[in-house]
């Protein structure tokens, strides 16, 4: 369809497949067969997870004990998913590569939990939380796991609050709520602006209660570089165990289970530059890929619309200013470009661009994070942006100027409701904001910009948490999500939470039921082939010995992956980035130089297996938005754009789950498609106007 084409023209109905009529992507892949979720539940939405929990088959104690899972990640899902199988009474293996659970990267979540339990009496339920999460994910998730995830959020609140997670409470002492982008109801449940943090105390100190216990075993400073399986009578393999490498002695090692579950979080780092925390990676799920399970929807990448600016080419991440900061702050850019240098306080209000406000008047600073975001750039790009002009190196070598902010201004809300309530709220968001800029918000606005920041791409899994292959789970950010194209504010918790205290429980006990297994010892082929491609790896790593740093590798690889596969891309772009990364790869496997040894503390090794599935990793993505010729949640094509530069959809076409199989070294990607079909939901404009 041609831009400025209605954004549902061509609509089917939401009950039949759709039709890809373009393909951009001919020639970089395969198509698959088409992929059913096998365990898809039917019936009114409202009874589908209830009845699942109850015709899910029940292991009887005594059973648990004779069965192991290793679990990999000790973030939200990770964590509390270890917690709750350690207390019903499974062997539980706990891998994290920081040196304690608690440096998860949950910890760095600030603004809040998501749950309906409509304690404002704003007309919130399960079913607004069900609906405005497919909305804000742009029609693009599984309507049956979305519910299941507004039904549970409830649930997670009570948990916590058992926990001593000190959420805010009002003054009769009820916990209060704020609001969060992408909706008009007050249904995010906070603690301050810590409330990753808190969340993840909670499930670590139950975790670590099962670790007392004996249930639970943990090892840190371990980092997943291999996944085990092994054939089965199916004559399909079943996952049975890890390789982890020791990252303080170098030493590699074999654990083996009857399941494995991944929660190793997101891959943002793909891009270099983002809110991430450093060691933030893609190892363990591609690991698993390149054994079989499917990558889904790699290319959707969110990108958070409040992030303090880049500074200049030294920087090695970003940071994080919480989205509940868009409650009371105005986002605003000057009218006037040649005000954009002037001291923010010297702009009077009638040379101000309220610019959310004036596009979008029922949201206004509330609209989701990918409107917030793009919106943002267009300000930007008018030559309106503010802050200091940065020189930043595109990936031919040019050297361009930016300056790339917009200002969120506290200024309105400390003169309505008085700077101590200003502090109460947001008060150590903005000291680490004078901390890094040096600049005091309370008495200049903030100066922001979006950056990547979550995926809800990841392992495909169907609505029981299971890989394609047997044996392999996979929770929270890990797999492709409840939250289609783009995620709303204050989910990506409320997710993690859910997966791991109430959803992967009940459902992997279907699996389990049918143990114990007949087990298998580390002198098993598949066990010995697993840790023999290990070493070999690493020594292929220790022996390229070139001349070129990881760590500039990986920049030119977010360079690459930010201009052409970031807030938006085009035909021409993805097409460039594909062939550029394909031969930086090769520069990497020729001419990367690792210092250090292999039997020790070594960094540099760590990333350099990080790095070099990073760019794998960029490679599908590209292709995938390549394939996706849409605009959808935080996925923008510039060939798919109504005429005032919204994002046009095309359902017709492209609804459905692009889930992708490794076609080994040398062989494209094989596409297997997952239709999306609505029942309790109908797809509609995503207006926020």
């Known amino acids: 369809m041609a831009a400025g084409t209605h954004y549902l023209s061509g609509l089917t109905p939401t009950n039949e497949a759709p039709v890809q009529k373009s393909d951009d992507a001919a020639g970089y892949y395969v198509l698959g067969d088409k992929l059913v979720d096998p365990k898809a539940p039917t019936g009114p939405i409202a009874e589908r997870w209830t009845t699942r929990k109850f015709e899910n088959r029940l292991v009887n104690p005594a059973n648990r004990r ?8 000790t973030g939200l899902a990770g964590g509390a998913a270890a917690a709750t199988l350690g207390e019903a009474g499974y062997n539980v293996k706990s891998f994290c590569y920081q040196d304690s659970p608690r440096r998860a990267h949950s910890i760095a979540a600030q603004g809040g939990i998501n749950a309906a339990k409509n304690y404002k009496g704003d007309g919130d339920s399960a079913y607004r939380l069900f609906y405005d999460t497919v909305k804000g994910g742009d029609y693009r998730a599984r309507e049956s796991n979305v519910y299941r995830l507004a039904e549970e959020s409830v649930n997670i609140i009570d948990q916590c609050v058992a926990q001593g997670v000190p959420f805010a409470r009002e003054y009769g002492g009820l916990l209060d709520n704020r609001s969060f982008g992408g909706v008009q109801v007050s249904r995010t449940f906070y603690a301050r602006g810590q409330t990753g943090q808190q969340l993840l105390i909670g499930a670590y100190q139950a975790m670590e209660r099962q670790v007392a216990a004996g249930t639970v075993e943990q090892f840190t400073r371990h980092e997943m570089l291999e996944l085990i399986t092994v054939p089965n009578e199916k004559g399909s393999v079943t996952a049975r165990g890890i390789i982890a490498r020791d990252m303080v002695t170098g030493e590699i090692e074999t654990h083996l289970a009857d399941v494995v579950v991944l929660a190793t979080g997101g891959y943002g780092n793909v891009f270099y530059l983002s809110t991430n925390a450093m060691g933030s990676n893609v190892t363990a799920t591609w690991r698993a890929h390149r054994k079989g399970a499917y990558m889904a929807n790699p290319c959707y990448t969110q990108i958070h619309p409040t992030c303090i600016p880049v500074t200049g080419a030294h920087q090695s991440k970003l940071t994080l200013m919480s989205e509940s900061l868009r409650n009371d702050g105005r986002i605003w850019v000057p009218k006037n470009a040649e005000d954009c240098a002037k001291d923010p306080r010297e702009i009077p ?13 029922s949201f206004g600073n509330l609209v989701p994070r990918d409107i917030a975001s793009r919106a943002a750039k267009y300000m930007c790009d008018e030559g309106r942006g503010v802050g200091p002009e940065v020189d930043e190196t595109q990936p031919d070598g040019t050297v361009k100027k930016f300056r790339r902010g917009v200002y969120l201004d506290l200024g309105a809300a400390i003169e309505r409701l008085g700077k101590a309530a200003i502090e109460e709220k947001y008060d150590n968001l903005l000291d680490m904001y004078e901390r890094i800029t040096g600049e005091n918000p309370y008495e200049l606005p903030m100066r922001i910009y979006p950056a990547v920041h979550y995926v809800m791409g990841g392992l495909w899994v169907d609505y029981e948490l ?18 289609g194209a ?7 918790l409320m997710q993690g939470l859910a997966d791991g205290y109430f959803v992967l429980p009940n459902t992997i006990r279907e699996y389990l039921a049918d143990g114990p297994f007949e087990p298998i010892s580390e002198d098993h082929p598949a066990v010995v082939e697993a840790k023999q491609s290990v070493q070999e790896r690493i020594d292929k790593f220790m022996s390229i010995n070139g001349s070129r740093s990881v760590e500039s590798i990986h920049k030119e690889l977010g360079l690459i992956m930010w201009e052409y596969c970031g807030m938006e891309r085009t035909e021409e772009g993805l097409k460039k980035a594909i062939g550029l990364i394909r031969e930086l790869k090769k520069e990497f496997w020729t001419n990367v130089k690792v210092l250090g040894s292999a039997d020790s503390l070594n960094q540099d090794l760590e990333k350099a297996g990080r790095v070099a599935d990073f760019i794998e990793l960029g490679e599908l993505m590209c292709i995938d938005a390549l394939n996706r010729r849409e605009s959808c949640g935080g996925h923008f094509r510039g060939e798919s754009q109504t005429e005032d530069g919204e994002a046009m959809r095309h359902d017709d076409e492209f609804a459905y789950v692009a889930a992708w199989e490794f076609g080994g070294e040398d062989g494209a990607p094989i596409l297997h498609k997952e239709d999306l079909i609505y029942t309790a939901i109908e797809m509609k404009q995503r207006s926020y106007k």
């Open 349 to 361: 209000e009638e040379d101000r661009d309220y610019f959310l406000e004036r596009i979008y008047p």
């Open 66 to 73: 004779k069965l192991s899972i290793i679990i990999v990640g």
């Open 486 to 492: 783009n995620r709303l504010g204050a989910s990506a």
């Open 466 to 483: 299971s890989t394609n292959i047997e044996g392999l789970y996979c929770t929270g950010e890990a797999n492709f999500s409840d939250h």
